[in-house]
């Protein structure tokens, strides 16, 4: 029996894909090269270094620049990113997200937070979404980003909750397999093509909560 449900934030509770987007674009265009849409599904869910080195392979730039160059890089695009994150408001919550989790917590089951975002404190209080959460583990606490089990493992841990009995809510590949390798099972929110390796797919957390209902 499932007695624990882990969100992701970013893509699952919150579509801040785009604003991550629109920052690494625009710091992609100042490096001088292109950044589409499509490049920008391979940095879900993956830690902030790990998108930039991504970012900078896309540009052919992987070995141009110090470690210091691209702190200083790393900080630039979060500058941007927050300018959007500070305008965040509650109307921003994707569809049923609020609903699922209040849903849950009514039949008795525990609600985590797992993701990789540092920002996550700050998005959480913009939402005001802070007290729905049991546990809470974010890009801070964790020394190995997805697909890397570590995240949903403390999260688990955090919750008291043993990982077979926790259900994980993902819309990234990396986190699907970070679920999947954490022993959960796996609820894939988003299309069938990226989230093959989930347990089951469904389009959004809205679809999920009508069912239910
Ligand atoms: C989430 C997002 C990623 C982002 C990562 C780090 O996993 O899906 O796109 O790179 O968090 O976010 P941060 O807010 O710390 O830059
Ligand atoms: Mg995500």
């Given at each position: 029996r499932i007695e624990g449900a882990i969100f992701d934030l970013d893509?699952?509770?919150?579509?801040?894909a785009k604003y991550h987007y629109s920052a690494w674009k625009k710091l992609a265009n100042m490096l001088g090269f292109e950044f589409t849409e499509k490049d920008n599904e391979k940095l879900k869910g993956v830690s902030r270094k790990e998108s930039l080195e991504i970012l900078l392979k896309i540009g052919g730039?992987?070995?141009?620049?110090s470690e210091a160059q691209k702190e200083e890089l790393m900080d630039i695009k979060n500058s941007w990113y927050l300018e959007y994150i500070n305008k965040l408001?509650?109307?921003?919550?994707?569809?049923g997200a609020k609903e699922l989790i209040l849903t849950l917590k009514e039949q008795g089951i525990k609600t985590g937070l797992a993701t990789a975002s540092k920002n996550a404190m700050l998005i959480l209080e913009r939402l005001n979404?802070?007290?729905?959460?049991d546990a809470i583990v974010d890009g801070?606490?964790?020394?190995r980003a997805k697909p890397d089990p570590e995240i949903f493992l403390k999260c688990a841990q955090k919750l008291k909750?043993?990982?077979?009995k926790c259900v994980v809510f993902e819309d990234a590949a990396a986190g699907i397999k970070a679920a999947k390798l954490a022993g959960m099972f796996a609820v894939g929110v988003g299309s069938c093509d990226m989230l093959g390796e989930a347990d089951i797919v469904i389009c959004s957390l809205d679809q999920l909560i009508k069912e239910l209902k």
């Open positions: 893509g699952v509770i919150v579509d801040t730039k992987e070995n141009e620049f408001t509650e109307d921003e919550i994707l569809p979404i802070k007290d729905l959460f801070t606490q964790i020394s909750i043993d990982p077979q």
